[in-house]
């Protein structure tokens, strides 16, 4: 259980709440996007919205990531106003509902998080690291809140154009370092990094990415890894997006024995699982 990562700043102030990531927490995917690859339509109610929360927080989660809009390839495209639009109420529903749970809101816009701001989020979870809203970090500044910081291509358009990279390690930190420094210096102190599994990036780079996992963020920032249903796992094997629980598990446990913090999962009892193998 012992991580060797120990510079890594193992807590989070959300909200005024002190969140203790010695112990790696489950973050639990709900989407309310009627276009989703892996579970689309299925949440997009209130009614089986909390149902869902209420089971993932059941089954180990304790942070519920709520996206109103899809990323995946050829996804619709929604402005920060639809996307307020279709969250509605759901935040601030969750919250009374389940006062526990720790939310984070799944948005490229500024907009939007001023919106969950107010209705009680407390993480931001940015897949465009600030590239699509030039007014996302210093929103994120004045929220306070803790920031989610991803590796992805520089737009919207370009977000799932595959590149090979020379040194996959290398480009990831550079771009780490680069947005790191711009966030501190603008007053976001709570970072945590994520290597973008499933946007741009060549399956070999993935895997070379999971195997060095340890090398990324230089041991400064907590490190989520978002793999659940990922391509890169699946279409190698010829399989679906459904049938990879084992070989993600896998994938999990080799994560976590290098540092990683926050597992983003869709199936939390069975990420619940390789958690409680890896605190053994």
């Given at each position: 259980m012992q991580n060797h990562l120990s510079s890594i700043n193992h807590s989070l102030n959300c909200n005024g709440r002190l969140v203790d990531l010695t112990i790696p927490k489950i973050m639990g995917i709900l989407n309310?996007?009627?276009?989703?690859?892996?579970?689309?339509?299925?949440?997009?109610?209130?009614?089986?919205?909390?149902?869902?929360?209420?089971?993932?927080?059941?089954?180990?989660?304790?942070?519920?990531?709520?996206?109103?809009?899809?990323?995946?390839?050829?996804?619709?495209?929604?402005?920060?106003?639809?996307?307020?639009?279709?969250?509605?109420?759901?935040?601030?529903?969750?919250?009374?509902?389940?006062?526990?749970?720790?939310?984070?809101?799944?948005?490229?816009?500024?907009?939007?998080?001023?919106?969950?701001?107010?209705?009680?989020?407390?993480?931001?979870?940015?897949?465009s690291g600030g590239h699509y809203d030039d007014k996302m970090f210093d929103t994120a500044a004045e929220t306070k809140l803790p920031y989610i910081l991803m590796h992805v291509n520089p737009s919207y358009e370009t977000m799932h154009d595959k590149i090979k990279f020379e040194d996959i390690i290398l480009s990831v930190n550079q771009y780490f370092s680069e947005k790191t420094t711009e966030l501190l210096e603008k007053g976001v102190n709570d970072i945590i990094i994520d290597p973008g599994f499933g946007f741009g990036k060549?399956?070999?780079?993935?895997?070379?990415?999971?195997?060095?996992?340890?090398?990324?963020?230089?041991?400064?920032?907590?490190?989520?890894?978002?793999?659940?249903?990922?391509?890169?796992?699946?279409?190698?094997?010829?399989?679906?997006?459904?049938?990879?629980?084992?070989?993600?598990?896998?994938l999990h446990l080799k994560v976590l024995q290098q540092g990683a913090r926050i597992l983003r999962v869709h199936d939390v009892a069975e990420a619940k699982k390789t958690v409680d193998e890896f605190l053994k």
């Amino acid at each position: 259980m012992q991580n060797h990562l120990s510079s890594i700043n193992h807590s989070l102030n959300c909200n005024g709440r002190l969140v203790d990531l010695t112990i790696p927490k489950i973050m639990g995917i709900l989407n309310l996007t009627p276009d989703s690859f892996s579970d689309g339509g299925k949440f997009n109610n209130e009614r089986s919205a909390l149902e869902q929360t209420e089971k993932m927080l059941k089954d180990g989660a304790e942070i519920i990531d709520i996206g109103p809009q899809s990323t995946r390839p050829n996804a619709e495209f929604l402005s920060a106003k639809e996307e307020i639009d279709r969250i509605g109420n759901m935040i601030s529903l969750i919250k009374k509902e389940f006062p526990e749970a720790l939310i984070s809101l799944d948005t490229f816009y500024s907009e939007t998080v001023k919106f969950g701001f107010n209705e009680g989020i407390d993480i931001i979870n940015d897949i465009s690291g600030g590239h699509y809203d030039d007014k996302m970090f210093d929103t994120a500044a004045e929220t306070k809140l803790p920031y989610i910081l991803m590796h992805v291509n520089p737009s919207y358009e370009t977000m799932h154009d595959k590149i090979k990279f020379e040194d996959i390690i290398l480009s990831v930190n550079q771009y780490f370092s680069e947005k790191t420094t711009e966030l501190l210096e603008k007053g976001v102190n709570d970072i945590i990094i994520d290597p973008g599994f499933g946007f741009g990036k060549m399956v070999e780079d993935q895997m070379k990415m999971i195997d060095e996992v340890k090398y990324l963020g230089f041991g400064k920032f907590p490190l989520l890894i978002g793999i659940s249903r990922k391509s890169f796992i699946y279409k190698p094997l010829g399989k679906s997006p459904l049938d990879i629980n084992e070989e993600t598990q896998k994938l999990h446990l080799k994560v976590l024995q290098q540092g990683a913090r926050i597992l983003r999962v869709h199936d939390v009892a069975e990420a619940k699982k390789t958690v409680d193998e890896f605190l053994k």
